[in-house]
């Protein structure tokens, strides 16, 4: 099993600025004492008109106080708009949405096998999106298929691409991917809990989220993640217009450094950055 197989495999199960600002980080791998914790950041932007919106980094598999948490902030925003390719939360399990159930059954699947594998609670059972101020602000299936079509694009071409942008990344910190990865793998399979040593190597491969991203969006971009949050970006325009002041866009972190470009493109100005802890990794004693 070689390193810089696992963040792309977890990417692709999630779907799966401006020249002044530098980048932010939306999610980081934090060493402390007595724990480690992989951390997602809630990211504050203004526009001119006085407009607030929050990127707010999700991770899909996380612990159960990370979700809590971010339902009680839900509570503050006009509007939350949330990622979800196919139907709307509320209209899902009607009758003309089962065929969008069927095509992104696996996605559902890979999610649930990892949350077991880790320990963790998924995004879905975790997060209230019956809630009102709840907005779906994503492509229905027939939209990502056509376009998809479109770019020819395709689950195999994105891993190659995820896979080759981490390799590029692993170098530049000077790591081989090879013998990093046995090692890692060594150090799980020998710990008293194996769980939390898999989800520390896990965290630490998504220390890298941003330069993969990065890579896998070179080019003309992705239907992934470009197209998608041009989506996104779209319905937060429609919300604004209909007197919407104060918004939270809640999709995955991979999501957001492309994002902000966008709302700095805008006009939005970053004003706070805040980090939420989604996974705690205590050190054995």
Same mark, same amino acid.
């Given at each position: 099993?070689?390193?810089?197989?696992?963040?792309?495999?977890?990417?692709?199960? &999630?779907?799966?600025?401006?020249?002044?600002?530098?980048?932010?980080?939306?999610?980081?791998?934090?060493?402390?004492?007595?724990?480690?914790? !992989?951390? /997602?950041?809630?990211?504050?932007?203004?526009?001119?008109?006085?407009?607030?919106? *929050?990127?707010?980094?999700?991770?899909?598999?996380?612990?159960?106080?990370?979700?809590?948490?971010?339902?009680?902030?839900?509570?503050?925003? *006009?509007?939350? !708009?949330?990622?979800?390719?196919?139907?709307?939360?509320?209209?899902?399990?009607?009758?003309? /949405?089962?065929?969008?159930?069927?095509?992104? &059954?696996?996605?559902?699947?890979?999610?649930?096998?990892?949350?077991?594998?880790?320990?963790?609670?998924?995004?879905?059972?975790?997060?209230?999106?019956?809630?009102?101020?709840?907005?779906?602000?994503?492509?229905?299936?027939?939209?990502?298929?056509?376009?998809?079509?479109?770019?020819?694009?395709?689950?195999?071409?994105?891993?190659?691409? +995820?896979?080759?942008?981490?390799?590029?990344?692993?170098?530049?910190?000077?790591?081989?991917?090879?013998?990093?990865?046995?090692?890692? !793998?060594?150090?799980?399979?020998?710990?008293?809990?194996?769980?939390?040593?898999?989800?520390?190597?896990?965290?630490?491969?998504?220390?890298?989220?941003?330069?993969?991203?990065?890579?896998?969006?070179?080019?003309?971009?992705?239907?992934?993640?470009?197209?998608?949050?041009?989506?996104?970006?779209?319905?937060?325009?429609?919300?604004?217009?209909?007197?919407?002041?104060?918004? +939270?866009?809640?999709?995955?972190?991979?999501?957001?450094?492309?994002?902000?470009?966008?709302?700095?493109?805008?006009?939005?100005?970053?004003?706070?950055?805040?980090?939420?802890?989604?996974?705690? !990794?205590?050190?054995?004693?």
């Amino acid at each position: 099993m070689k390193r810089f197989f696992l963040l792309p495999a977890l990417l692709a199960s &999630a779907a799966l600025a401006a020249a002044e600002e530098p980048k932010t980080n939306f999610i980081r791998f934090v060493e402390e004492e007595k724990s480690d914790s !992989l951390q /997602t950041a809630v990211v504050s932007y203004e526009s001119p008109q006085k407009v607030k919106v *929050d990127l707010v980094g999700a991770i899909h598999i996380a612990d159960k106080a990370y979700f809590d948490g971010l339902n009680t902030r839900f509570k503050g925003y *006009d509007a939350v !708009l949330y990622e979800l390719v196919g139907p709307s939360m509320e209209d899902r399990g009607k009758a003309d /949405t089962t065929k969008d159930a069927q095509n992104l &059954a696996w996605v559902g699947q890979m999610q649930a096998m990892m949350k077991d594998a880790l320990k963790l609670h998924g995004q879905l059972e975790g997060i209230d999106y019956q809630a009102k101020n709840f907005v779906h602000a994503d492509m229905n299936m027939r939209q990502f298929t056509q376009t998809q079509e479109t770019k020819k694009e395709s689950f195999l071409t994105l891993y190659l691409k +995820a896979v080759q942008a981490q390799k590029s990344a692993n170098a530049k910190k000077g790591l081989d991917s090879d013998t990093a990865g046995l090692v890692m !793998l060594l150090k799980v399979f020998t710990a008293k809990d194996s769980s939390t040593g898999l989800k520390r190597m896990m965290a630490q491969e998504f220390d890298s989220v941003e330069d993969i991203m990065a890579g896998v969006e070179s080019g003309d971009g992705t239907v992934l993640v470009g197209e998608r949050n041009r989506v996104a970006l779209e319905v937060m325009d429609k919300q604004i217009a209909a007197g919407k002041k104060r918004l +939270a866009i809640f999709y995955g972190a991979a999501h957001l450094a492309d994002m902000e470009e966008r709302l700095l493109k805008k006009g939005f100005k970053r004003t706070k950055v805040e980090w939420l802890k989604a996974w705690d !990794l205590p050190h054995e004693e």
